[in-house]
């Protein structure tokens, strides 16, 4: 956890406030900060405070503390750190108790999230419960994975989902829960791939963004990488957080370590030949780009059968679940060998049917998220919130 106590958080800056957005993963805070960059623009009297990170914090709301310094992943580690969850989670409650902003959003991060929109209504602070607060819900979680009974509850507790998978909206239909479809975030016009497809250019390894999950990733993408041994790599890292985990498995001269912040406000996007990736965001961003690569997964061995139980999908990897199939083979646990990503390098780099799937897929990707005529979500949380737009 940080090292800094965050408690208590902080008032608004100008006395009150019109949205609290609550983001507690890298991905979220870029989404959520796309919607506040577009949301200023059109309305600039507008105030919003957040539980995010830095790029919430740069689009313009005013940051009460860096929810995603603290993201952990998993049943062990977030018992380990329940304490300040815990304490945490209090604090929230306390702040929109005293502050009374306009709305909530939350934005994706469901374990913390639904729990605080399951409070407010018992607290009779939200429009469920009797009060004013509207509590709306940004980026559905994976009810199609798993605790498909959450939609039910999600009703109780929100006014409004909005979802970036067209099948979600489906997934709700048995329920009052009013849920729209907004643009996908990497098929808005004023997205920035953080990466593009080149023949000549190195390797990618992208081992996510959560601490844990690095420690146990990237060993394995840099024993892959080793062993295929035709080119350099490149590592791309969200935070000095990541980078100390990173240099601490103490990655071969050939691999360069690359700060990108999550607006990916860099000159140019990362070339890369080839992908080894874990199944969070970053593997998005490389699918739409037609990088070829494979996706790896290593958990802490408890939760690994925990989860085995739990989730009944057929991929971990977003585009494979789109897609229905393996753009991106999955290795998991035990099957991350150094041989395994090797040889999915070697394809990737000299297999030109292997390359030409990939860019097939990539573009039938594009045109499932690109449906015309949908809200941005900027314009739907405007809605919400009884903004003209």
Same mark, same amino acid.
Not at 190 to 214: C, E, I, M, T
Not at 340 to 353: C, E, F, K, P, S
């Given at each position: ?29 870029e ?13 600039p ?7 995010g ?32 969850f ?42 469920k419960?009797?009060?004013k ?22 009703a ?6 909005a ?80 980078l ?33 990736? #874990? #199944? ?26 925990m ?62 998220? #690109? ?10 949380? #405007? ?7």
């Amino acid at each position: 956890m940080n090292e800094s106590d965050p408690f208590p958080l902080p008032a608004p800056t100008g006395g009150r406030v019109d949205i609290l957005l609550i983001a507690g993963e890298h991905s979220g805070d870029e989404h959520a900060a796309r919607m506040v960059r577009e949301l200023r623009g059109k309305h600039p009297e507008a105030v919003i405070a957040a539980l995010g990170g830095p790029e919430l914090a740069a689009a313009g709301a005013q940051l009460l503390f860096d929810l995603t310094a603290s993201s952990v992943v998993g049943i062990v580690e977030v018992l380990k750190n329940y304490p300040f969850f815990k304490r945490l989670f209090g604090e929230i409650l306390r702040w929109v108790e005293e502050h009374r902003p306009r709305a909530v959003c939350f934005v994706d991060y469901p374990g913390m999230n639904l729990r605080l929109a399951a409070a407010l209504r018992e607290r009779g602070l939200s429009t469920k419960g009797g009060g004013k607060i509207k509590t709306v819900f940004y980026i559905s979680p994976q009810i199609w994975a798993w605790k498909a009974g959450r939609r039910f509850t999600m009703a109780r507790d929100l006014d409004a989902m909005a979802v970036i998978f067209p099948f979600e909206v489906e997934c709700y239909a048995d329920t009052d829960l009013p849920v729209q479809f907004v643009r996908h975030p990497f098929v808005e016009a004023d997205y920035r791939a953080p990466v593009k497809y080149d023949p000549s250019a190195p390797v990618l390894l992208l081992p996510g963004s959560r601490k844990q999950a690095v420690s146990r990733i990237f060993p394995d993408l840099i024993k892959g990488f080793q062993l295929f041994g035709e080119r350099a790599g490149i590592v791309l890292y969200p935070s000095d957080d990541i980078l100390g985990v990173l240099q601490a498995a103490h990655p071969p001269t050939s691999v360069r370590l690359i700060p990108i912040d999550e607006s990916h406000a860099t000159v140019d996007p990362v070339a890369a030949s080839a992908v080894l990736t #874990s #199944s969070g965001t970053m593997s998005m961003h490389c699918a739409l780009a037609g990088i070829p690569g494979a996706i790896v997964y290593r958990a802490n061995p408890i939760t690994y059968v925990m989860g085995r139980m739990l989730v009944k999908i057929d991929y971990l990897g977003i585009a494979n679940l789109l897609l229905n199939e393996p753009m991106y083979p999955e290795f998991i646990q035990k099957d991350a060998t150094a041989q395994a990503l090797a040889g999915q390098l070697r394809l990737a780099v000299h297999d030109a049917n292997r390359r030409q799937r990939t860019f097939e897929q990539a573009a039938r990707l594009r045109a499932m998220l #690109s449906q015309p005529g949908t809200q941005s979500a900027a314009d739907w949380l #405007s809605h919400q919130v009884g903004w003209k737009l």
